[in-house]
């Protein structure tokens, strides 16, 4: 059996929030920092939050994986 991503809303988070997750980013591809990020969805998966989106630079999906030290 497949686990399934469980639906979060981004837009609930507080506005300095979710630009912080917005903009605080890495892009593999482009190997550079804080290219920002657009197209975001939020989920949790295995009982880990993670934020997804695609890089301003290339469109390439960048993700983060919510740790303890983000709450």
Excluded: S
Aim: glycine residues 8%; proline residues 1%.
């Amino acid at each position: 059996m497949l686990d399934e991503r469980t639906m979060r809303d981004f837009g609930a988070r507080d506005e300095d929030e979710q630009q912080a997750f917005l903009t605080q980013t890495w892009c593999d591809k482009c190997q550079q920092a804080n290219l920002g990020m657009h197209t975001v969805i939020e989920y949790e998966l295995k009982g880990v939050l993670f934020i997804e989106g695609k890089c301003t630079g290339c469109g390439e999906p960048v993700l983060t994986e919510l740790t303890d030290d983000d709450f």
